[in-house]
């Protein structure tokens, strides 16, 4: 999938906000090698190299248009861009912090996949992961709705995934025998959007894009506005203009056993 930064961006405080909350809980005082999983336009990494200025930071991110607006970043030299998939992610020496904020859940076999990078820590090192789990909300609900309806079912019905995300108690399933301090939470944010349609907006900078990408013309235009339609009636509009968007999030912060050197 080509990511649009215009689009995704578009509500970037709101979409930063989690990943701030998650930077502001790490208990590191110190970190020499930090990796960023998906760090798309980069901000939350140009933050993480502020908060760590002696460390060694890498950005890793598979859409290279992402990689090119993170590179306009004030200070962005400081940081290392690679593009890379984060599937296929082995660093050459163990880092002090894997952070990945709205990334992993694009990724399947969550199991093996937050086993295989806690185990990339250095002793001491902190796994720091946020993502949504928002797929039973209306916003997810209705796309998959809007995908069986029409003439364009059988394009998009293979696109449609099962909720990515599970439940926290599967998370400390899986890290807590290795780790020495785990915490797991979810928070949910009371989103204010104002303008038109601006759900919709939002999806179409993450989960409708894929839909959308496989449509053209005509069909594609049908697919939007029905989704349009849909999503607009479970989220209407407020007296004030405002429209308020919900959004559960998961974090996941896991400490490796041992003590920095």
């Not at 140009?46 to 590179?71: C, E, F, I, Y």
Request: aromatic share 8%; glycine share 6%.
């Amino acid at each position: 999938m080509q990511w649009d930064p215009k689009q995704y961006l578009g509500y970037a405080d709101l979409r930063l906000r989690p990943g701030m909350d998650l930077m502001a809980a790490i208990p590191l005082a110190r970190a020499d090698l930090i990796y960023d999983l998906g760090c798309g336009a980069g901000q939350l990494t140009q933050l993480l190299q502020s908060r760590w200025p002696l460390a060694r930071v890498t950005g890793l991110d598979s859409s290279p248009d992402m990689l090119a607006k993170a590179r306009t970043l004030s200070g962005a030299g400081q940081v290392e861009w690679r593009e890379a998939d984060i599937a296929d992610f082995e660093p050459a020496q163990a880092p002090d912090l894997i952070f990945s904020n709205a990334v992993l859940h694009w990724l399947d076999d969550h199991g093996n996949l937050f086993a295989k990078l806690f185990d990339m820590l250095a002793p001491g090192g902190v796994l720091a992961i946020q993502m949504p789990r928002n797929h039973g909300a209306p916003s997810h609900t209705t796309m998959i709705e809007a995908a069986a309806s029409g003439p364009w079912k059988d394009t998009l019905q293979p696109l449609l995934r099962p909720d990515p995300v599970s439940p926290p108690d599967v998370y400390y399933d899986i890290l807590s025998q290795q780790a020495a301090d785990l915490s797991i939470w979810e928070t949910e944010y009371l989103q204010v959007l104002h303008g038109p349609d601006p759900v919709k907006e939002w999806t179409k900078g993450t989960a409708l894009k894929p839909l959308l990408d496989a449509l053209e013309g005509e069909e594609q235009a049908a697919f939007e506005a029905d989704y349009t339609a849909r999503v607009r009636a479970a989220y209407p509009r407020r007296d004030d203009g405002a429209t308020l968007f919900p959004f559960r999030r998961l974090f996941v912060l896991a400490r490796s056993a041992g003590r920095r050197e």
